[in-house]
């Protein structure tokens, strides 16, 4: 017999784990974001268009997306940039001038996919301790 509600998937226990303040973490890599959305939806119909970020943190130059994986692997990053390019022509076409960085938060991940993530110009947000640690990309952040 089970009591209450059933346990949240995995997924989101490490969303609400690896997301909070987030702000704060990114400030000391020189982004000033003033707003963090979780489980944000951009959608429009017209353009056929449809995305949905984990974490979304945003000023009025610049925007972080989040992407939170319970186990990270090599495919995930691979999609991502994919989804990252369709972030930057939704865009464009919809006038939003802003840099889109990425960055990936999860619980785990090897060692290769790791430094896969940040040679791809992703930060890495991973627990570290009582808290989480935010990794830089190993040279410039890419950004869309």
């Not at 995995?10 to 963090?36: S, V």
């Not at 319970?70 to 022509?89: F, G, T």
């Not at 090897?110 to 040279?139: H, Q, R, W």
Request: charged share 30%.
């Amino acid at each position: 017999m089970m009591y209450g509600k059933p346990p949240p998937p995995f997924g989101d226990i490490a969303e609400h784990f690896l997301t909070p303040a987030l702000r704060k973490k990114f400030d000391k890599f020189g982004f000033a974001f003033g707003k963090i959305s979780r489980n944000l939806e951009w959608e429009n119909e017209k353009l056929d268009f449809l995305m949905e970020f984990d974490a979304f943190l945003e000023n009025g130059t610049q925007a972080m997306i989040v992407e939170v994986k319970a186990k990270l692997d090599k495919k995930d990053i691979d999609e991502q940039i994919s989804r990252m390019e369709k972030v930057r022509r939704y865009a464009d076409l919809t006038h939003d001038t802003r840099q889109f960085y990425c960055a990936m938060a999860t619980m785990a991940a090897k060692k290769e996919v790791v430094k896969y993530a940040l040679e791809n110009g992703f930060y890495l947000i991973m627990p570290s301790g009582e808290d989480v640690k935010v990794t830089a990309p190993v040279s410039k952040p890419r950004f869309w």
